[in-house]
């Protein structure tokens, strides 16, 4: 999971998105409205929006909504799950409904792989 993340407001641009883009190497952003997730925009979006309206239009157009949320104590195969079965590449993780994070796909792939690489290293000492 990622803990280290921006997030957008439904009222900011394009332009905000863009400038959070090039900044960092995060491509997708909860959407946060009175400390609530109310959706996540992903860059294939974004890229789409700025392409057909320019950096003026407001993230609440172009955001998904109504998303799964993967609690913080769930099992890593469901976040995976839910993310697959959502489609959307990056999802918010909560802990008694507040955002501590969002995990995609690939935080998960790269978990599995540490996880893994330590269980053969204790096998082998």
Same mark, same amino acid.
């Given at each position: 999971?990622?803990?280290?993340?921006? @997030?957008? @407001?439904?009222? %900011?641009?394009?332009?905000?998105?863009?400038?959070?883009?090039? @900044?960092?190497?995060?491509? %997708?952003?909860? #959407?946060?409205?009175?400390?609530?997730?109310?959706?996540?925009?992903?860059? %294939?979006?974004?890229?789409?929006?700025?392409?057909?309206?320019? +950096?003026?239009?407001?993230?609440?157009? /172009?955001?998904?909504?109504?998303?799964? +949320?993967?609690? @913080?104590?769930?099992?890593?195969?469901?976040?995976?799950?839910?993310?697959?079965?959502?489609?959307?590449?990056?999802?918010?993780?909560?802990?008694?409904?507040?955002?501590?994070?969002? #995990?995609?796909?690939?935080? /998960?792939? +790269?978990?599995?792989?540490?996880?893994?690489?330590?269980?053969?290293?204790?096998?082998?000492?």
């Amino acid at each position: 999971m990622l803990t280290d993340y921006k @997030s957008l @407001s439904p009222r %900011d641009t394009l332009a905000r998105m863009s400038q959070l883009i090039l @900044s960092g190497s995060q491509h %997708d952003f909860p #959407v946060i409205e009175n400390e609530r997730v109310i959706g996540v925009v992903t860059r %294939d979006d974004f890229i789409m929006a700025l392409t057909q309206h320019g +950096e003026s239009i407001a993230i609440s157009t /172009i955001m998904k909504k109504d998303l799964p +949320e993967v609690d @913080s104590y769930e099992m890593v195969e469901n976040a995976l799950m839910r993310i697959q079965e959502s489609g959307v590449p990056a999802l918010p993780v909560t802990h008694a409904g507040q955002l501590v994070g969002i #995990v995609t796909a690939e935080n /998960i792939t +790269e978990y599995l792989m540490i996880r893994s690489a330590l269980k053969r290293a204790a096998l082998t000492t």
